[in-house]
Structure formats: structure tokens, C-alpha cells
């Protein structure tokens, strides 16, 4: 007899607008990124998963088993991901989904979309300290996500017909020690907070007017304030600005920082396929496209 499997996936998402400044009330807009997923599969296993409370992975998994009152079964989680770790593109996120998913699926069990966020939310709190939700949010919607903190997440369509690269400086972004250190600017932060905040609002009335020129401009714009703030790093920057002398309409670095991603806005395909060819050949460690 074939042995079950449980099958479990989950898409990541990356940051277009408002990092940094979401943290003091102005808005953010993420981005799902349907084609970069995680594959989770769950199978019988001769002895029981050794839970380390640490790891977001084992989380989502003991949360789920306790929800479905299955703790004490034996199986085993292989993780299959095309999502790299700590580039805020919601890997965390994105694995404790998928392996939700899986569980669920092994046990032939209805999972509701509310029960899936609140358990996927259980494990972010292990690997972020204070997540937001909105890394899991956006890897659980097919549309971008409008976020504000106190105020809570909708959707917004975007319907654009352009191309978004996705360049990964193949460092790590230590998302921590760059929201401490906008902290510790305290009141010098303010004007930075505050224009980021302004171009998240204008990145949002381009989007509305399908206006790309609007919103690359505004993304070229948080990437210099973001910069001054202190929170890019040499390696984004070289991206950046590679990717504006190359004629993309707009590019900026994605999510907290000191690493991680840079995001390169085209008008068609073919410029984002060449963007991406000369990101990577000026070192990105991967690029990816997305349609917007
Ligand atoms: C990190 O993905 C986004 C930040 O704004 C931090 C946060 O919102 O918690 C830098």
C-alpha cells in the first residue's frame, strides 16, 4: 500500500511601499508573489516530531496537530522551498502555511481560512517578536494587502500590466537591528518616517490611476529616504542604482534592510527579463519576475 501523504503550499509576498515607516502608524503595501512558493509534505513517521519551540516550522506543525487534538502522532515534514530565508520574502511566513496546509491535508480535514492565519500567526510569533501579520497575511492572499498598524489589512487590486524584478542581494536583512536603529535616531527619524509615509500614499493613488510613472518615481524616492534612514546596505544599493541607469521606472530596496532584496519596477517583460539578466550579472544572488 502506498503510503498517505499530506500536501501543503504556500506563495511568499515582498514589501513594495511603507517599510520602516509602517512601524509608526504610516501605511505599507505587500505584494503576494505567486510564483515563488513552498512545498510541504507530511508523511507517517516511525517515531514522534521533536518539537524545538524555537523553530517557526516546528510551531506551525505542533499547532496544528493540537488544533486537530492529533499531538501525539508520529509523522515526519519535508520542506521543499524556492522562498530563501531572510530576505523579507515571508519564508517564515510561507513555510508555516504550507506545512498547515499539509497537516490538515494528511488528516483530511477542512481548514478554514481565519483557523489557517490564526495558527500561521502562532508561529510567526516565534520567529518574528512582534509580527505584525502582515508577512502572513500576504502570503495568504492573492491580492496585495494595504496594511496600518492599529488600523488592520485590505485588499487591493493591482492591476497594472507591468513587471516587478525581484533582485536578492544574497545577504541576509536583519530586519531587528534596523527598525533598533530608526529607533535610536528618535525624533532625526521623523522627517524620514514622514515622507516614507507620503510616498506610500502616492504609491497607492498611481496604483489607483494605473499610473506607472507615479509610482516608480515614489519607489526611486523611499529608496533614497530609506538610505538616509540608514537601513540599506552597499549591496542594495549597487542594485538600485544599476537597476534606475538601466531605465527601470523606479527601484528601491524591499523590507527591513542591512540585506535582503531590492525590487526594480518595468513597463514590459522583455525589459524585465533584460533587468534581470544585468542584476544578476552586476551580482544579485537570484532575480525573479512578477506581473503586476
Ligand atoms: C519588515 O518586513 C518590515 C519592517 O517595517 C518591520 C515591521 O514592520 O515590523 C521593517
Same mark, same amino acid.
Given at each position: 500500500?502506498?503510503?498517505?501523504?499530506?500536501?501543503?503550499?504556500?506563495?511568499?509576498?515582498?514589501?513594495?511601499?511603507?517599510?520602516?515607516?509602517? &512601524?509608526?502608524?504610516?501605511?505599507?503595501?505587500?505584494?503576494?508573489?505567486?510564483?515563488?512558493?513552498?512545498?510541504?509534505?507530511?508523511?507517517?513517521?516511525?517515531?514522534?516530531?521533536?518539537?524545538?519551540?524555537?523553530?517557526?516550522?516546528?510551531?506551525?506543525?505542533?499547532?496544528?496537530?493540537?488544533?486537530? $487534538?492529533?499531538?501525539?502522532?508520529?509523522?515526519?515534514?519535508?520542506? $521543499?522551498?524556492?522562498?530563501?530565508?531572510?530576505?523579507?520574502?515571508?519564508?517564515?511566513?510561507?513555510?508555516?502555511?504550507?506545512?498547515?496546509?499539509?497537516?490538515?491535508?494528511?488528516?483530511?480535514?477542512?481548514?478554514?481560512?481565519?483557523?489557517?492565519?490564526?495558527?500561521? /500567526?502562532?508561529?510567526?510569533?516565534?520567529?518574528?517578536?512582534?509580527?505584525?501579520?502582515?508577512?502572513?497575511?500576504?502570503?495568504?492572499?492573492?491580492?496585495?494587502?494595504?496594511?496600518?498598524? /492599529?488600523?488592520?489589512?485590505?485588499?487591493?487590486?493591482?492591476?497594472?500590466?507591468?513587471?516587478?524584478?525581484?533582485?536578492?542581494?544574497?545577504?541576509?536583512?536583519?530586519?531587528? $537591528?534596523?527598525?533598533?536603529?530608526?529607533? /535610536?535616531?528618535?525624533?532625526?527619524?521623523?522627517?524620514?518616517?514622514?515622507?516614507?509615509?507620503?510616498?506610500?500614499?502616492?504609491?497607492? &493613488?498611481?496604483? !489607483?490611476?494605473?499610473?506607472?510613472? &507615479?509610482?516608480?518615481?515614489?519607489?526611486?524616492?523611499?529608496?533614497?529616504?530609506?538610505?538616509? !534612514?540608514?537601513?540599506?546596505?552597499?549591496?542594495?544599493?549597487?542594485?538600485?542604482?544599476?537597476?534606475?541607469?538601466?531605465?527601470?521606472?523606479?527601484?528601491?530596496?524591499?523590507?527591513?534592510? !542591512?540585506?535582503?532584496?531590492?525590487?526594480?519596477?518595468?513597463?514590459?517583460?522583455?525589459?524585465?527579463?533584460?533587468?534581470?539578466?544585468?542584476?544578476?550579472?552586476?551580482?544579485?544572488?537570484?532575480?525573479?519576475? $512578477?506581473?503586476?
Amino acid at each position: 500500500m502506498t503510503q498517505k501523504i499530506g500536501l501543503g503550499r504556500a506563495h511568499s509576498k515582498i514589501i513594495l511601499i511603507g517599510e520602516h515607516s509602517v &512601524v509608526y502608524g504610516y501605511s505599507a503595501i505587500a505584494l503576494p508573489l505567486k510564483n515563488i512558493e513552498v512545498v510541504c509534505r507530511v508523511q507517517e513517521a516511525q517515531k514522534p516530531m521533536e518539537i524545538d519551540i524555537a523553530d517557526p516550522l516546528s510551531t506551525a506543525v505542533f499547532a496544528a496537530l493540537e488544533y486537530l $487534538e492529533k499531538a501525539d502522532e508520529k509523522l515526519s515534514i519535508v520542506i $521543499e522551498s524556492n522562498v530563501p530565508e531572510k530576505r523579507g520574502m515571508g519564508s517564515s511566513a510561507a513555510v508555516a502555511i504550507a506545512a498547515i496546509r499539509a497537516v490538515f491535508d494528511y488528516f483530511d480535514r477542512s481548514l478554514s481560512g481565519p483557523v489557517l492565519e490564526m495558527l500561521a /500567526n502562532q508561529a510567526e510569533i516565534i520567529a518574528h517578536e512582534n509580527p505584525s501579520g502582515l508577512d502572513a497575511k500576504t502570503c495568504l492572499s492573492d491580492t496585495a494587502i494595504k496594511f496600518i498598524r /492599529n488600523l488592520g489589512f485590505s485588499e487591493m487590486p493591482i492591476d497594472l500590466g507591468a513587471y516587478l524584478v525581484i533582485a536578492d542581494t544574497g545577504i541576509h536583512g536583519h530586519t531587528r $537591528e534596523a527598525v533598533q536603529k530608526v529607533r /535610536n535616531l528618535e525624533e532625526k527619524a521623523l522627517p524620514y518616517l514622514h515622507r516614507l509615509g507620503d510616498l506610500a500614499n502616492l504609491i497607492e &493613488v498611481g496604483i !489607483l490611476a494605473k499610473d506607472l510613472s &507615479v509610482i516608480g518615481q515614489a519607489m526611486s524616492q523611499a529608496h533614497q529616504e530609506l538610505d538616509l !534612514l540608514g537601513v540599506s546596505s552597499p549591496e542594495a544599493n549597487h542594485l538600485v542604482q544599476v537597476a534606475q541607469a538601466k531605465g527601470a521606472i523606479g527601484a528601491k530596496m524591499s523590507g527591513g534592510g !542591512l540585506g535582503g532584496c531590492i525590487i526594480a519596477l518595468c513597463r514590459y517583460e522583455k525589459e524585465a527579463q533584460d533587468m534581470s539578466h544585468m542584476l544578476k550579472k552586476e551580482g544579485a544572488a537570484n532575480t525573479w519576475i $512578477e506581473s503586476l
